[in-house]
C-alpha cells in the first residue's frame, strides 16, 4: 500500500483500480473486503480533490529564438 | 598583365567601393587573402539552384554545382555540420545558406554551405522518402521503442510557436479534459530556416533542465510541405528519438505523417487532439471511480447478506442439534429411570434379604438362646466354663439366665458318664 504523503493521480487510481480488481476477482471476504473498501474510499477522497482542480499552471521558458 | 594592387589589413567598410593602395603589389596568397576578407562583408547568403553536380570527398567534404539556367556556381561543405546531406541527389532543386569564399590554395569561388534545404514539393519528397528509409534503417520509427504515457501527467513540456492557434488549441482542450497540471512553454519558430534548430534547442533544454517531467508535446497547425520542413529533419528525429520523456507529436496535418510523427512516441493528428490523447478526461475517472464503489459496495453487501445467510443456518442447525440432543436426554433419562427402576427393585429384593438375614442373626443372638432356657456358666475367673474341668470345688461361679445371674458356691464337679 502507498504511503499518502507520495500518493499522485496516478498511483491512487491504480491502486483503487487494483482494489476493485480483487473484488471482481470474487477472491476476497468480509474480513479483507471492509479494509480494503475503506482504504478505497481515501483513496476516491484523494482522486476527487485532485481532480477538482480547474486550472492548469503555465509557466513560459525563455527561449533562444523569441 | 594587369597588376592590381591594393592595401591588405584593412577590412573595408561601408558601402563604398574597395579601396587599393596601388603602391602594394599583391602575391597571389595575399590577394586571394585580400578578396576573402572583403567576401567576409557580404555574409550569409542563400541562393536557390538546382544540383548538376555532386561529389563526396572522403566522407568529410561535400562538392556541389547549383545551376539555374543561366549560371552555376561551386557549393562547398563539411558533412559533419549538414547532418541532411544524404538526400541530396543530382536534379534535385535546393536551398543553400552560406557565405562565398574563395578558396586560399587555388582561388577557386564557393559558396561555403552552411545547410542546404530540399527546396520545392519535388525535392521535399525526395528527401523526405530518403530520410524515412535511412531512419527506418537505424530503427528510429520501431513500435518497440514506443513508450507508455503515463494516465495523469502532471508536468508537461509544450514545444510550440508563441501565440499560435496551435498552442491555444491546446492549451484549451487540456483544460477542459484536467486541471492542476503544470505546463512549461518553450516557444519555437515552426517554420523557416531557424525552426529545426529550435526544435532541437528545445528538447535539450527540458532533457538538461528536468529529470520529473511526464511528458513533451510538440505541436503546429497544418500546413504545407514546405511549412512542415523542420518536421521533416534529421536533427528534429533525433532530437525525439534522444528525448528522455516520452514525446507527443501533435502536428495539424492529416494527408502527410511527418517524420517527427514516425518517430515519436504517441502520434496526435492534432494539437487539439494531442491535448485529448495526453489528458485522461476528469469526468471519466470520477464516474469510473463512482462505478468502482457501488460495484465494491454491491460485492461487499453480497458478502454480508451472505454471511448473514450462513449466521441464520448455523443457527438454526444449532437449533436442530440442540433439539436433538435434548431428545437423546430424555431418552437418556427415561432409559435411566428404567435403570433405576430396575435398581430399585433389586434393592428391594436386597433389602428382603437383609430382613431375612436379620432374621437369622436374631435367631443367632445367644440372648435368644438364653430366653429358650439355657445359661452360660463363667468360673470364678469370669471364663465361660465350657467343661467341668474349667470349675474347681469351693469356687464362685456365675451362671448367666435371661433376665439375670446366679452366683453359686461349687461343692463338688463331676465329669460327665460317658
Known amino acids: 500500500m502507498t504511503k499518502d504523503n507520495e500518493l499522485t493521480l496516478s498511483k491512487a487510481f491504480d491502486e483503487l483500480e487494483k482494489i476493485t480488481a480483487e473484488f471482481e476477482g470474487g477472491d476476497i471476504d468480509l474480513e479483507k473486503g471492509v479494509p480494503k473498501f475503506k482504504r478505497g474510499l481515501e483513496l476516491a477522497k484523494f482522486l476527487k480533490e485532485k481532480l477538482s482542480k480547474i486550472e492548469n499552471e503555465i509557466e513560459e521558458i525563455k527561449s533562444n529564438f523569441l | ?418
Not at chain 2, 454471511?307 to 437423546?328: F, G, S, Y
Request: include cysteine; charge should be neutral; proline fraction near 3%.
Open chain 2, 1 to 418: 598583365m594587369a597588376v592590381y594592387r591594393a592595401e591588405l589589413g584593412s577590412v573595408p567598410k561601408g558601402d563604398g567601393p574597395l579601396k587599393t593602395n596601388m603602391e602594394k603589389i599583391f602575391t597571389v596568397s595575399e590577394f586571394n587573402e585580400f578578396i576573402n576578407v572583403y567576401l567576409n562583408q557580404v555574409g550569409e547568403v542563400a541562393l536557390e539552384g538546382e544540383i548538376s553536380q555532386i561529389n563526396i570527398s572522403q566522407g568529410k567534404w561535400l562538392f556541389m554545382t547549383v545551376k539555374d539556367e543561366n549560371s552555376s556556381v561551386e557549393v562547398f561543405g563539411v558533412l559533419s555540420s549538414l547532418p541532411n546531406y544524404s538526400f541530396l541527389e543530382e536534379g534535385m532543386l535546393v536551398h543553400i545558406y552560406g557565405v562565398p569564399r574563395l578558396y586560399q590554395k587555388t582561388g577557386r569561388f564557393s559558396i561555403s554551405a552552411l545547410q542546404i534545404l530540399p527546396a520545392g514539393e519535388g525535392s521535399l519528397k525526395i528527401a523526405l522518402e530518403k530520410l524515412k528509409d535511412k531512419l527506418e534503417k537505424e530503427g528510429l520509427f520501431d513500435e518497440s521503442r514506443k513508450r507508455p504515457l503515463p494516465m495523469f501527467p502532471q508536468k508537461i513540456g509544450l514545444i510550440t510557436a508563441k501565440n499560435s492557434q496551435a498552442y491555444h488549441d491546446f492549451i484549451k482542450v487540456l483544460k477542459a479534459r484536467m486541471g492542476g497540471i503544470k505546463i512549461f512553454f518553450y516557444p519555437i519558430q515552426v517554420q523557416g530556416r531557424e525552426s529545426a534548430k529550435s526544435i532541437v534547442e528545445a528538447f535539450d533544454f527540458f532533457n538538461n533542465n528536468f529529470s520529473d517531467m511526464d511528458l513533451l508535446v510538440l505541436c503546429r497547425g497544418g500546413g504545407s510541405l514546405e511549412d512542415l520542413q523542420s518536421f521533416n529533419t534529421e536533427e528534429t528525429a533525433r532530437a525525439i528519438y534522444a528525448s528522455k520523456f516520452p514525446v507527443v507529436c501533435g502536428i495539424g496535418h492529416e494527408k502527410d505523417i511527418s517524420i517527427a510523427d514516425m518517430v515519436c512516441d504517441l502520434r496526435a493528428s492534432t494539437p487539439s487532439n494531442a491535448a485529448e490523447l495526453i489528458a485522461t478526461q476528469k469526468d471519466y475517472v470520477l464516474s469510473k471511480v463512482s462505478s468502482d464503489f457501488s460495484f465494491m459496495y454491491t460485492i461487499l453487501n453480497g458478502l454480508k447478506n451472505q454471511r448473514i445467510n450462513t449466521v441464520h443456518k448455523n443457527i438454526m442447525l444449532l437449533e436442530k442439534a440442540l433439539n436433538l440432543k435434548a431428545d437423546n436426554i430424555k431418552a437418556l433419562i427415561s432409559k435411566l429411570n428404567f435403570k433405576f427402576e430396575k435398581f430399585g427393585l433389586s434393592v428391594k429384593y436386597a433389602l428382603s434379604k437383609v430382613g431375612e438375614s436379620e432374621r437369622l442373626l436374631q435367631s443367632l443372638d445367644y440372648k435368644n438362646v438364653l430366653k429358650r432356657g439355657f445359661s452360660i456358666t463363667y468360673n470364678q475367673e469370669g471364663q465361660i466354663a465350657r467343661s467341668v474341668d474349667n470349675i474347681k470345688s469351693n469356687s464362685k461361679i456365675t451362671t448367666s439366665l435371661y433376665d439375670g445371674k446366679i452366683i453359686s458356691l461349687v461343692e463338688e464337679t463331676r465329669p460327665s458318664q460317658l
